[in-house]
């Protein structure tokens, strides 16, 4: 495709010569593609960007993840090697705050083997510079890890991945394209139905105009690292706003400069992202031989593990900033904040107690 064309122009293009696309193959093009994708041509996270994340929004958020991290490696008998893998580390705030602390537990240090997964040039770049002294490594694909257990962290990682939509009619479920009407960018339906039993159980009667998310990209990255942790121990942790069942409903969202945007206007320039399914990703941990942890609110998750105490030590040491900690406090935990919007997922291998659940 010729790379003069904006990015807009090129998937104009290739629908106009193809045909409609999948909302993932637009999806996908407007998040990663090569050069032009949202994620490998800007900056976008943080205030003079498009939206900010839990470990941008206090240091507190990846400290309490760096001891639970510890905790983990302690139950699993202090390995002496052992990988620690970040799935889409932005700047590379998150690992720097667990390792900031995780590295004062002894032989925690020498026994890491940090690996981190990224699709952006600049927010790698960031990541380097932050994370250099750890000697990481940036995996293009999960097909070879060290030996030992592996432990997994992703903080809005899940949401970011390729969703494809399906719409209820009288004929079946229709796969949702992106089509052109009159030049302009539209959404419609692919015209071979998929029968309603090939859809999960607790949508497959939906009510027609409903429509059905699934992220297949999400299920195939957790199935692939769930084995390998199946095999020599470990866990994932990831964090994400979803919902904790199988549910109907769009979720598809684009977000320009902390604001909602729509989805088929700026291809490329705005933010696109969607709900994760936990309960889906659930079925996948346990295919692989995982347990699965019941889903906690990252207000529950983070109180259980002390926020509040760890924002009271904070504001001791430093009584200038006592009001800004307390604000980041409530905004990590509130029920009408991140509090309750954002869900904590955990898959792990038999035998390990991770903090932070319902017993
Ligand atoms: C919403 S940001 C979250 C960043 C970071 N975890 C945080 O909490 O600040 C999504 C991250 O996933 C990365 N990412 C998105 N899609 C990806 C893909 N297909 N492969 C690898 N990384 C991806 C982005 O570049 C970015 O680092």
Redesign the pocket.
Known sequence: MNDTLTLAEQIDLQIRTGGPISVATYM?LC??HPSKGY?RAGD??GGAGD??????ISQMFGELIGFWLVNLWQQMGEPKAFTLL??????G??MADILRVACRAPGFRDALHLNL????PN?MAEQKARLEVYDPKWLQNFDNFEDGPVLIV????F????IRQFVRKETGWHERQVGLVDGKRTFGLSPTPIPPAAMPDPVANAEPDTIFEVNF?AAEILSRLGKTIAKQGGSILA?DYGHARTQTGETLQGVRRHAYAAVLDAPGDT?L?AHVDFDALANVARQAGLAAQPLATQGQFLTRLGIGERAAALSGANPDAAAEIRAAHDRLVGQDQMGSLFKVFCAHSPGLSPAGFAP
């Open positions: 996908g998040l990663t994620y976008p996270i939206f900010i994340t839990a470990p941008e970040e799935l889409g580390p932005g700047r705030t998150l997964f990224e699709t952006s927010l992703a903080n809005e990682f949401d970011a991945l390729p990209a964090i933010d992202s």
